[in-house]
T-cell receptor
Framework: GAVVSQHPSRVICKSGTSVKIECRSL??????MFWYRQFPKQSLMLMAT?????????EQGVEKDKFLINHASLTLSTLTVTSAHPEDSSFYIC????????????FGEGSWLTVV | SQKIEQNSEALNIQEGKTATLTCNYT??????LQWYRQDPGRGPVFLLL?????KEKRKERLKVTFDTTLKQSLFHITASQPADSATYLC???????????FGKGTTLSVSS
């Protein structure tokens, strides 16, 4: 099946710094990519949807100035957590879709962010 | 807004039995529904998609039903094995149809 790769898989950063997480579709062109956040024993919460070349659409309650999403090419999207705080520590998961709504969405392996 | 409920947080069964997981949704009529498997610390893995005009779908030991009247999907794993132990997530498109939203999941434990 299609592969979506996330990097880094684990990152520890100091409070107040920024950290970037990359999401790549390895064997298909992703017209749409999605970023989710998951706290322990909780469901995946959609943060934002991004289409290549346009601004991301953020879900209600997600600060777009804090969670910067860039979808510069059909195979790469990045999530930058700016001025990170300990409460931003979470499991961040990206996913990608090649076609339109209803097509299969493939998920990355996730990135664990710990802010100390 | 739409709600997805996976009624059981945890389900424990013995090897060889059939596991049945439930997903209920409210407040809208999705065009399709998906089931994913998630292992601890990993991203979800797609299992099955069922569309609103399909009553049932099968894939090897997996079977999914979709009752649009009851607004419910059932996910069955027959002849369960310890390797089936994982969290299973039900997912539906949001009302705009642009992204998937997920239930909390049911953690299945299959004991040998």
């Amino acid at each position: 099946g299609a592969v979506v790769s996330q990097h880094p898989s684990r990152v520890i950063c100091k409070s107040g710094t920024s950290v970037k997480i990359e999401c790549r579709s390895l064997d298909f062109q992703a017209t749409t990519m999605f970023w989710y956040r998951q706290f322990p024993k909780q469901s995946l919460m959609l943060m934002a949807t991004s289409n290549e070349g346009s601004k991301a659409t953020y879900e209600q309650g997600v600060e777009k100035d804090k969670f910067l999403i860039n979808h510069a090419s059909l195979t790469l999207s990045t999530l930058t957590v700016t001025s990170a705080h300990p409460e931003d520590s979470s499991f961040y998961i990206c996913s990608a879709r090649e076609g339109g709504p209803g097509d299969t969405i493939y998920f990355g392996e996730g990135s664990w962010l710990t802010v100390v | 807004s739409q709600k997805i409920e996976q009624n059981s947080e945890a389900l424990n069964i013995q090897e060889g039995k059939t596991a049945t997981l439930t997903c209920n949704y409210t407040n809208y009529s999705p065009a399709y529904l998906q089931w994913y498997r998630q292992d601890p610390g990993r991203g979800p893995v797609f299992l099955l998609l069922i569309r609103e005009n399909e009553k049932e779908k099968r894939k090897e030991r997996l079977k999914v039903t979709f009752d649009t009247t009851l607004k419910q999907s059932l996910f069955h794993i027959t002849a369960s094995q310890p390797a089936d132990s994982a969290t299973y997530l039900c997912a539906l498109p949001n009302q705009a149809g642009t992204a998937l939203i997920f239930g909390k999941g049911t953690t299945l434990s299959v004991s040998s």
